[in-house]
């Protein structure tokens, strides 16, 4: 029976993610002690956003959530802390991610400082301002507006524990090392069902009212390469999906999950464990 095994947010893009027992259900993605996926950004010196794609060391920042403040570690670097209460006075900045731009809050020049020497680059933290105004592409979200931040370009991210051990299964038998899950980034996990079959679900139903759809199957960028541990780059599983996971539905690309938008249940609470029901799409298989 379909379960929810794992639930993570990323509090800011492309830095460690904290591994939930719990979070609010918003529309525009995961939230827990008053922090939502995604709600924080590094930019360069031009507002363009900034990733592992380019720095994998972001994967080492870790990020916790201490009382009403957003604390972010590395090694050999006191911890930076971010309260969670907004400035009256923050200056806003033009930021881009992807092709949309945007007026963001700039989080100051002590968070500026900190992550410019971490990164070993000039670069600012911003965040998603409370009145921000950013939505999924209604290519695939058809008449639903679905709200998101500073992800790459929905609200959430699911892959099944039986996708991963497909994977892990080929790269064994290639003499490769198997991944942990941390390196696909998603927010939820679930076990109990086939290989691939959250490609082919219709919806995802639990029983406190809440129903995710299924929008787009996520191509898959070389940030699979990173070990999301220490930020060191090697192998990517990328490399071993390629041989069977193009996607004629994405022009041919690799995928790897599905992104996910929430239909109904905001603000209601998922829970690790959570048993779902998974009608399929029969029609796409």
């Not at 591994?19 to 008053?34: F, I, N, Q």
């Not at 920042?61 to 090694?75: A, H, N, P, Q």
Request: aromatic share 8%; proline share 6%; glycine share 6%.
């Amino acid at each position: 029976m379909p379960a929810i095994s794992e639930l993570t947010i990323y509090p800011i893009k492309s830095c460690a993610g904290i591994s939930l027992s719990e979070a609010v259900m918003t529309a525009s993605g995961l939230r827990h002690a008053g922090v939502s996926d995604r709600e924080w950004m590094l930019v360069d010196t031009d507002g363009l956003f900034l990733t592992q794609r380019q720095y994998p060391r972001m994967a080492s920042l870790r990020v916790t959530v201490v009382e009403d403040v957003l604390c972010v570690d590395t090694v050999q670097m006191a911890t930076l802390r971010i309260p969670l209460q907004a400035a009256t006075d923050v200056k806003m900045i033009a930021v881009r991610v992807w092709d949309f731009e945007m007026q963001a809050e700039d989080a100051g020049d002590s968070a500026a400082a900190w992550f410019s020497t971490a990164l070993e680059t000039t670069c600012r933290l911003v965040r998603f301002p409370a009145q921000g105004k950013r939505f999924a592409n209604t290519k695939w979200t058809g008449d639903t507006l679905a709200p998101t931040r500073f992800a790459d370009g929905y609200p959430m991210l699911l892959i099944s524990e039986a996708s991963l051990e497909d994977l892990n299964h080929r790269a064994i038998a290639q003499g490769r090392t198997a991944v942990p899950m941390n390196r696909f980034r998603p927010n939820i996990v679930i076990s109990g069902i086939e290989a691939f079959e959250e490609d082919y679900a219709a919806s995802y139903l639990l029983d406190n009212g809440i129903q995710l759809r299924p929008v787009k199957p996520c191509p898959r960028c070389p940030i699979p390469a990173v070990d999301q541990s220490d930020g060191t780059v090697g192998d990517n599983p990328v490399d071993i999906l390629q041989s069977y996971r193009a996607n004629p539905i994405v022009d041919g690309e690799i995928t790897f999950g599905m992104n996910v938008i929430l239909e109904q249940g905001e603000g209601k609470i998922l829970r690790v464990g959570d048993v779902l029901d998974m009608p399929l799409a029969f029609d796409a298989l």
